[in-house]
Each structure stands twice: as structure tokens, then as C-alpha cells.
């Protein structure tokens, strides 16, 4: 199916990688990149750029006008550790953000992917394994959102026939766009000073375990539940998904297959270590498995080896 789109916080962890996928699946020009960072057609590519805050729903409307857009992939948020830093402004971005992009689509018939993530979920909830349906009382800002987010997507759907479709991501590794502040950061920066120092201080303590996915999965996850057949989606906003579970430690042993020598030690960021303590340990996707046959690809030593290389090319120019 051609779709023309538009993303927002386009510039971020996952927009400067969705957005060069979206547009060599449906061509340059059918994807609009858009931000509230100013600067940032650098990162994503040849195509249509756009400076655009989320919080002003008209300047929203006036894009999606204007280009035609069928379906918006909505990115922009602040994630976990900003939003407890900043609670305001997070309520603000996230839930007014999503508010003015469900009301734009209301109005213009387009579809909406909006990623949830595990920090939907909080000490409440059965942790291993988490099932798709089950008690969400997180106890940051931004879980909040997110759960407010999911039934958001929900009722436009219910209410409008608004064409909702989410994921709960968990913590995403990637070597493009540095993470955004949030708690699963710690297994991206690892790669990053595995790389370059051999070793590495983690801000979560050992045996912190969390759902993890490697940057490729998500977005095939985010593009083929855009692409399922509606009819099989009983769960359409926000299925979980997951591809692996870390700990440091876990991870420091897979590194070092491929960095010899590599350690790790520990200085416990209190605020991440307790965000980290009310998420899951292991999330059950079973439901995207059965209804749009989601399936990950990269395991713990593919994605492993993979981020070392690329990270290893980049520093040397190869
Ligand atoms: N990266 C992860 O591990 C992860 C995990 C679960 C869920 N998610 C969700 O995926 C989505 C994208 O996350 P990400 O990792 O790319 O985040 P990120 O922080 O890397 O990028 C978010 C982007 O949103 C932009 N932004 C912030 N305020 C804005 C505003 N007012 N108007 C327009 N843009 C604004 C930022 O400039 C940034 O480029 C978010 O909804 C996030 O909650 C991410």
C-alpha cells in the first residue's frame, strides 16, 4: 500500500533510523521528516524536512494538510529519566503531543503509530512474565503518559474509527542517534565505551534485568504492524514486544567475546536503578506473535556482534 507520511521527533533514537527506512520503502518525498530540533535534515536523510513542536496542534494540521499525509508515525516524547526530571513538560509533550496528533487525525482519516513502552507497567504488575493485559500503575510521569497514551489510542479508535496501532517497546540499542535520557540507556552507552575505553560504569547495578530489542526490529515491528490486517488486531495499541532480557552482566560477558579484556563496574544512579526496579523482566509478546506474526530477528550475541562492528567501522573509517 503507498502511503504518504509524516513523523514526528523525527531527529531522535528511533525517528533517524525509521525515517530512512520509510523512505526506501515509499520513496523520498512521501515521508515527512519533522522535529522541534532545529538542524536535524542532516540526520534523516534526502526528503522533506519540517521544524515542528507537537504541542502546537494547528502547525500539526496545517502539515498534514499541506503534503497529504495518510498516516503519522508520532515519535516525539521525553522519555523516562527527563520526565521525572521534568514532569511538566513531559505531561505536556507526551499526552498533549498525542492528544493534538489523534485530533489532526481525526479530522484528516490518517493512521497513527504510537510507540508505549514496558514503562507502562510498575511495581504492581507481575514482572516475569508480564502479560499482555494486566495491572499498569507505573509510578513515573512518563509511564503515566504512556498508559494514558494507550487508552488515548483506544478510545479515538473506539469512539472516531481513528486507525490506532502501537507497541510497547522496551529498551532499544542502536548505533545511529545517541538514546534520549532514558533508563535502558546504560545498554547503548556500554557498546559505546566498550569500543573506546575497554570498559565501563553502569548506572544500574548488577542483576537489573530489562526487555531489550536491537534498532532493526523496531522498525520492522513499527512498519509491519502499520501494514497487518486490521481485522486480526485485538490488541492494536500497544502490544508488547520484546526480542532479549539483559543484565550487565549478561551483556559485559557477550562484549567481551568481542572486546577481550572488557569490564564493567558500578555507580548506582538511585533515580534509573529505582525507574528500572518498577518495570518488568521479561514482557510476553505472545499476542503480536499470534495476531501480526511479529517475530524478532537479533538475539543477545547477533545484536552484540553487530553494534560492535558497526560502532568498530565508524571509529576507524571502515
Ligand atoms: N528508545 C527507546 O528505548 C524507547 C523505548 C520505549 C518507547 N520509546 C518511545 O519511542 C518514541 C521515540 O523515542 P526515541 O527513543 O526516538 O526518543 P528520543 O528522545 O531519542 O527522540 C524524541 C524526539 O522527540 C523530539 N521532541 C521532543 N519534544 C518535542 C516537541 N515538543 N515537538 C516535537 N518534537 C519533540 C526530540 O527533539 C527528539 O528528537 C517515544 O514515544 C518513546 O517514548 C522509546
Given at each position: 500500500m503507498q502511503r504518504t507520511i509524516l513523523v514526528t521527533g523525527a531527529a531522535g533514537q528511533i525517528g533517524s533510523e525509521l525515517v530512512p527506512a520509510l523512505r526506501a520503502a515509499f520513496g523520498d518525498d512521501r515521508v515527512i521528516a519533522t522535529d522541534v530540533k532545529e538542524g536535524a535534515p542532516d540526520l534523516v536523510g534526502a526528503g522533506p524536512w519540517q521544524t515542528l513542536d507537537i504541542t502546537d496542534a494547528a502547525a500539526i494540521g496545517q502539515a498534514v494538510q499541506k503534503h497529504g499525509v495518510d498516516t503519522i508515525y508520532h515519535l516525539a516524547a521525553l522519555l523516562s529519566a527527563v520526565g521525572e526530571k521534568k514532569p511538566t513538560l513531559a505531561y505536556e509533550v507526551n499526552l498533549g503531543g498525542l492528544f493534538n496528533v489523534l485530533e489532526v487525525a481525526r479530522e484528516s482519516k490518517a493512521a497513527v503509530f504510537t510507540p508505549s513502552s514496558i514503562a507502562a507497567f510498575g511495581p504492581d504488575t507481575p514482572p516475569d512474565p508480564t502479560p499482555q493485559d494486566t495491572i499498569q500503575r507505573p509510578t513515573t510521569m512518563y509511564g503515566v503518559t504512556k498508559v494514558a497514551g494507550e487508552l488515548l489510542c483506544d478510545y479515538y479508535h473506539l469512539k472516531y474509527g481513528v486507525d490506532a496501532r502501537g507497541v510497547r517497546y522496551p529498551g532499544l540499542i542502536s548505533y545511529v542517534t545517541p538514546p534520549?535520557?532514558?533508563?535502558?540507556?546504560w545498554a547503548v552507552d556500554i557498546f559505546y565505551s566498550a569500543v573506546e575505553k575497554g570498559r565501563y560504569t553502569c548506572f544500574l547495578a548488577e542483576g537489573t534485568q530489562l526487555d531489550m530489542m536491537y534498532m532493526p526490529d523496531a522498525l520492522r515491528a513499527a512498519m509491519e504492524l502499520m501494514n497487518a490486517d486490521p481485522a486480526k488486531l485485538r490488541h492494536r495499541n500497544a502490544f508488547n514486544v520484546t526480542a532479549m532480557q539483559l543484565t550487565p552482566e549478561k551483556l559485559t560477558a557477550a562484549i567481551a567475546r568481542h572486546v577481550p579484556g572488557f569490564t564493567i563496574d558500578y555507580d548506582v544512579d538511585p533515580v534509573r536503578q529505582g525507574i528500572a526496579e518498577s518495570w518488568p523482566r521479561r514482557i510476553d509478546d505472545s499476542a503480536a506473535r499470534a495476531e501480526w506474526r511479529w517475530k524478532p530477528e537479533y538475539d543477545m550475541s547477533a545484536m552484540t556482534k553487530d553494534m560492535i562492528e558497526k560502532l568498530r567501522a565508524r571509529t576507524t573509517g571502515n
Open positions: 534520549g535520557g532514558g533508563t535502558t540507556d
